[in-house]
């Protein structure tokens, strides 16, 4: 989902773009390139160890104040701008070996989990080119009232 948001819909852009003269010869806003389909996969796999779940009040609480986000609670941590997810997960990377990433819930539904695993946990498991017929797509597509581009 987090990767697919920049497509949604901006009304604000919609209307200036409406006031610019001249051809339409861009991909329609709203539109997934099919170019996104190629440099993505989709897979499972197993990565082994501790994860910290930055969303636990305790470890918002201190990380985030080890990491200059003083006063920092679930609203910020789940806003478009990513700086303090990264210091977070900054913070947790460097003070400590015993944890192989982060668990986050997406900012578009608690039932969606992120996970950012470390480039020094051994990750198992499958990997696939994402269908343009892909279920979980369609899905995201979907609650993000957006489409995917048919033809080049």
């Not at 910020?76 to 668990?103: C, F, H, M, N, V």
């Amino acid at each position: 989902m987090e990767t697919l948001a920049c497509y949604r819909l901006d009304d604000v852009l919609l209307s200036q773009l409406g006031e610019i003269s001249g051809p339409d010869d861009h991909v329609p806003l709203g539109t997934v390139p099919l170019d996104w389909l190629i440099t993505r996969v989709v897979g499972a796999g197993d990565a082994a160890g501790n994860f910290a779940d930055i969303c636990h009040s305790e470890w918002l609480s201190e990380i985030a104040t080890r990491a200059g986000f003083r006063g920092a609670d679930m609203s910020s941590l789940q806003s478009p701008q990513r700086g303090l997810t990264q210091a977070l997960s900054g913070e947790i990377y460097r003070d400590t070996k015993a944890y192989g990433g982060i668990r986050y819930p997406s900012r578009f539904g608690h039932d969606i989990e992120n996970w950012a695993i470390y480039d020094r946990v051994t990750v198992t498991g499958t990997e696939s080119e994402i269908a343009s017929f892909d279920a979980d797509l369609a899905q995201a597509l979907r609650l993000l009232r957006i489409t995917l581009e048919t033809e080049p």
